[in-house]
């Protein structure tokens, strides 16, 4: 059965590839759980540390780091909408070249911006990410980027919305309590590195308050700094692309109903969920194609007590 399942991954990877345009290598961060790319900026030599992130509206620099800082031409400050925030940036012209694996991307615009707790140089965000049918396949380390005119599909994949709000992209989710079922709508956020974190909002409206089991709290830091509180949870049954997860130890917000996020979405998917599946994400028809992958039965690392 192995060596069936080691045939038929290989199988599949290799139909992406010989179709595939350009691919693009990422690793894990063991203690963020965030996917990692190397970039080259502006032909220099040496790579940067960049975050992929699908709940980023942009592609951002870390502004303490100074070499990359010094490879941009900043020009003036603009408003970004972000999934949790609107936020005031410095910005660069059109006029940047990233080069990730394969991949080079001229005519990038990048905002500066400053994180002092980040781990990484900078981050890759919806603005790059949109102009190519994007393949992510987490239990091989890769991405495959597309135009969108070449075929790339995944066997028994699921088809799902993607859903814009606040510069990022969303799609449907429901869990299931003892009586009854509630579906919302979650933001795709491969910049999180937990497995679900329900919105305040979600929360009262379905009143989960007493239907969660919960089993500690944790400390929380929005997209725009901001701190709030967590309780960690357990939820009965989550379904999401055709696939049910019983006992999902999550993360439930306490006073999240002013993050501008909640105006969109019911909560967070996060990485810790998404790396579980092969995803396609066609953003020009605005569809989602994801299939479990082999580590859909992986246990659940990434939740911390505080």
């Given at each position: 059965m192995k060596q069936f399942l080691s045939i038929l991954f290989f199988a599949i990877t290799a139909s992406l590839v010989s179709f595939a345009r350009d691919i693009v290598p990422f690793t894990i961060n063991p203690s963020t759980n965030q996917m990692e790319v190397e970039v080259f900026v502006n032909n220099d030599t040496v790579p940067?540390?960049?975050?992929?992130?699908?709940?980023?509206?942009?592609?951002?620099?870390?502004?303490?780091?100074?070499?990359?800082?010094?490879?941009?031409?900043?020009?003036d400050t603009d408003t970004?909408?972000?999934?949790?925030?609107?936020?005031?940036?410095?910005?660069?012209?059109?006029?940047?070249?990233?080069?990730?694996?394969?991949?080079?991307?001229?005519?990038?615009?990048?905002?500066?911006?400053?994180d002092p707790n980040a781990q990484y140089d900078g981050i890759i965000g919806l603005s790059l990410?949109?102009?190519?049918?994007?393949?992510?396949?987490?239990?091989?380390?890769?991405?495959?980027?597309?135009?969108?005119?070449?075929?790339?599909?995944?066997?028994?994949?699921?088809?799902?919305?993607?859903?814009s709000g606040n510069g990022v992209l969303g799609t449907d989710m429901s869990i299931k309590s003892d009586t009854c079922t509630h579906s919302g709508i979650f933001m795709l956020d491969t910049g999180f590195g937990g497995t679900v974190n329900f919105s305040s909002k979600f929360i009262e409206r379905n009143g989960l308050s007493n239907k969660l089991k919960e089993f500690g709290?944790?400390?929380?830091?929005?997209?725009?700094?901001?701190s709030g509180e967590t309780l960690l949870v357990t939820v009965p049954r989550t379904f999401?692309?055709?696939?049910?997860?019983?006992?999902?130890?999550?993360?439930?917000?306490?006073?999240?109903?002013?993050?501008?996020?909640t105006n969109v979405f019911d909560g967070i998917i996060g990485y810790d969920i998404l790396k579980r599946f092969n995803m396609i994400f066609d953003f020009n028809n605005s569809?989602?194609?994801?299939a479990p992958n082999f580590d859909f039965f992986s246990p659940f690392t990434f939740i911390k007590h505080q």
């Open positions: 940067f540390n960049f975050v992929l992130d699908t709940g980023a509206s942009a592609v951002f620099a870390n502004s303490n780091s100074e070499r990359l800082v010094k490879l941009l031409n900043l020009c970004i909408e972000n999934a949790y925030s609107t936020t005031i940036a410095y910005k660069t012209p059109h006029d940047n070249q990233l080069m990730m694996g394969s991949l080079i991307c001229d005519s990038i615009q990048i905002y500066c911006d400053t990410l949109k102009n190519f049918k994007l393949g992510i396949l987490p239990s091989s380390g890769m991405m495959v980027f597309c135009n969108y005119e070449e075929p790339l599909r995944f066997p028994d994949s699921v088809e799902l919305p993607l859903i709290n944790a400390a929380s830091t929005d997209g725009a700094g901001v999401f692309a055709g696939e049910a997860l019983p006992l999902l130890p999550c993360q439930m917000d306490v006073n999240s109903s002013n993050s501008a996020y569809k989602l194609y994801i």
